[in-house]
C-alpha cells in the first residue's frame, strides 16, 4: 500500500522504517531538510537499537523515501500519518500547533480518490473532530486541491517504547483503531494485515496481534489510560518502598509476591527514583488537564504526579542521612537518561536531582554511555561529564545509580570504591547486586530494599 508519515521524530520514523520493512511503499515527510538528508543516507537521527538496520534493509528495497515536500507525500499516500510532536504547553496542555499546521497542508493538497489520515500524534480527546475541520479548511482555501476529496480521520495511538521501538512495532500487544467507517477500518487493517501476522518474525507460531476498533474519542483516550495507568502503577510500587524503607521490609520481595496475582501482574513493579520520559509526564498533565477542563478533579492521578516528584528527591535525603551536609560534597551519577538503551534526557530524574544537589552546594558529576558534556551543555550547565567511570568516581563522596544501564552491573566496584573519598552509593533504581556491592566494601543504600 502506498503510505505516507509526516513527522520523523521517534513515532513517525519508527513507524515509516516498520512499514517499509514488511512491504508498503512509504514517503517520510519532514520540514528539516538537514534531517531528510542524513535519513535519505541511510542513517537515523535518533539513537534507537535496530532501527539504522530497518531503515537501511528498506532503502535497499526500496520501500522508503524521505522528502521536505508535503504535497508530493500527500499525493503518494492512500494513508496518510500525521506524526508530530504535540510538546506539553506549561499549564500542561498540549500544543497542538504542529498537528494543525500538517492537518491543513493535508487538506490543501489533497488530489482526489479516498484517504485515510491516521492521528499517530498524542492529541487531546476529542481532536479527531478537530483535524478532519481543519483538513476541511485547508481544502477550502487551496485553489488546486481536488474539491471533491473524501478522506476520513482515524485515531491509531502508539505504544511503543523508546529502546524497545522496533520490537514494540512488530509485537504490539493491540492495536487500536479509532473510526467509526468501516472503509477507513477496512483500509488500516490492511495495512496492518503484515503486523498483526508477524510476517516480519521467524516464529510463525505466533498469534495474531489483536485489533480493538473504538470511537475516535475512545482510541485517543486509550492512550492517556495506558499510560496513567503504568505511571500509576510504577508511583504505587514508589509508595510501597517508602513504607517498606520504615518497616523493614524489602520492596524486591513485596513485588515478586504481588506480582505473582495475575490480577495484578508483574510488570512495572520496579521501585526507584521515579518515572520520566517524553510520554508519562506529559500525558498524565494533559489528562489531569483535560479532566479539569471537564470540572472533574482527577485526584488519583494527580497524586501520582505527586509521588514521583517526591521520589526523584528521595535520593537528596539518603544522600542526607548518610553524608548529613551536602554543601562541598561531590556526588556522581550512574546514568543521566530518563531509562538505558536511549538517549533521551526529557524529563528525566537526573535533571531533578542535579538542580536540587547544586541548590544544597554540592558539587555534581556523572557519566552515561550515550551523553557527553557537549551534549548537555544547555540541558544542564552544573554538571560536569565524564568519559569514563573510574573519572567519575574519583573523589566522589557518594555515587547515585539514576540509569539502570546493563553495564553498570559488571563494574569493577572494588576498584572505584578505592577511588572516592567515602564508598557509598544509593541504588536509585534497586538494580546492583547488594551483597557483591558490600563485599567490594560499598555502604549500599535502595529504595525499600
Ligand atoms: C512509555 C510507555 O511504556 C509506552 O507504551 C508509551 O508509548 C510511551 O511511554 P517510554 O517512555 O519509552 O514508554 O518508557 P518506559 O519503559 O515505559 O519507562 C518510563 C519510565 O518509567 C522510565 O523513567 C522508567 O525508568 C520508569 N519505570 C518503568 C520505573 O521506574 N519502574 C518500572 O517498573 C518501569
Not at 500547533?97 to 488530489?111: D, F, K, M, S, T
Not at 471533491?148 to 482515524?154: C, L, N, S
Not at 501476522?197 to 482510541?219: G, I, Q
Not at 488519583?300 to 553524608?323: F, G, I, P, S, Y
Request: hydrophobic share 40%; net charge negative; glycine share 8%.
Amino acid at each position: 500500500m502506498k503510505v505516507c508519515v509526516i513527522g520523523t521524530g521517534y513515532v513517525g520514523l519508527v513507524t515509516g522504517a516498520c512499514l517499509a520493512h514488511v512491504g508498503h511503499h512509504v514517503i517520510c515527510v519532514d520540514n528539516n531538510a538537514e534531517k531528510v538528508k542524513l535519513m535519505q543516507s541511510g542513517q537515523s537521527p535518533i539513537y534507537e537499537p535496530g532501527l539504522s538496520e530497518v531503515l537501511q534493509s528498506a532503502i535497499a528495497a526500496g520501500t522508503i523515501e524521505f522528502t521536505t515536500d508535503l504535497a508530493a507525500g500527500v499525493h503518494h499516500g492512500e494513508v496518510l500519518f500525521i506524526a508530530v510532536g504535540t510538546p506539553p504547553l506549561p499549564s500542561g496542555e498540549s500544543d497542538t500547533q504542529y498537528v494543525e499546521a500538517v492537518a491543513r497542508g493535508i487538506g490543501q493538497n489533497l488530489n482526489g480518490g479516498y484517504k485515510v489520515i491516521v492521528n499517530k500524534s498524542t492529541v487531546p480527546i476529542g481532536s479527531g473532530d478537530w483535524v478532519r475541520m481543519v483538513i476541511v479548511d485547508g481544502l477550502t482555501e487551496s485553489q488546486t486541491a481536488a474539491k471533491d476529496a473524501k478522506f476520513d480521520v482515524v485515531s491509531n495511538p502508539e505504544f511503543l517504547r523508546e529502546g524497545s521501538a522496533i520490537y514494540d512495532t512488530f509485537n504490539p500487544d493491540r492495536i487500536v483503531l479509532g473510526s467509526n467507517v468501516p472503509e477507513a477500518i477496512a483500509i488500516m487493517k490492511e495495512l496492518y494485515a503484515p503486523i498483526v501476522n508477524h510476517e516480519a518474525s521467524e516464529d510463525k507460531t505466533l498469534p495474531p496481534v489483536p485489533v480493538l476498533v473504538t470511537e475516535l474519542n475512545s482510541a485517543e483516550m486509550v492512550k492517556y489510560a495506558a499510560n496513567a495507568f503504568l505511571a500509576t502503577k510504577i508511583s504505587f510500587i514508589n509508595e510501597v518502598a517508602n513504607i517498606c524503607d520504615r518497616v523493614g521490609a524489602d520492596v524486591l520481595q513485596v513485588a515478586q509476591g504481588i506480582g505473582l496475582d495475575s490480577r495484578i501482574g508483574n510488570k512495572f513493579l520496579q521501585a526507584g527514583l521515579g518515572w520520566g520520559g517524553s510520554c508519562f509526564p506529559k500525558d498524565v498533565a494533559a489528562l489531569v488537564h483535560t479532566a479539569d477542563d471537564y470540572g472533574y478533579e482527577a485526584v488519583l492521578l494527580k497524586a501520582t504526579v505527586q509521588t514521583n516528584q517526591h521520589q526523584r528527591l528521595l535520593v537528596v535525603e539518603k544522600l542526607q542521612q548518610t553524608l548529613k551536609i551536602l554543601k562541598g560534597k561531590t556526588i556522581g551519577l550512574l546514568g543521566l537518561t530518563f531509562k538505558p538503551d536511549t538517549d533521551d534526557m526529557r524529563d528525566a530524574p537526573a535533571l531533578t536531582l542535579t538542580e536540587a544537589l547544586t541548590r544544597l552546594g554540592a558539587k555534581v558529576k556523572a557519566y552515561d554511555p550515550l551523553i557527553s558534556q557537549s551534549e548537555i551543555r544547555h540541558t544542564l550547565s552544573n554538571i560536569t561529564v565524564e568519559a569514563d567511570i573510574e573519572k567519575l568516581a574519583a573523589g566522589c563522596d557518594a555515587l547515585v545509580l539514576v540509569t539502570d544501564w546493563q553495564q553498570f552491573q559488571s563494574l569493577d566496584y572494588n576498584r572505584l570504591a578505592s577511588l572516592m573519598n567515602n564508598p557509598i552509593l544509593i541504588d536509585g533504581r534497586n538494580f546492583l547486586n547488594k551483597a557483591a556491592l558490600k563485599k567490594a566494601g560499598f555502604s549500599y543504600v535502595g529504595i525499600g530494599h
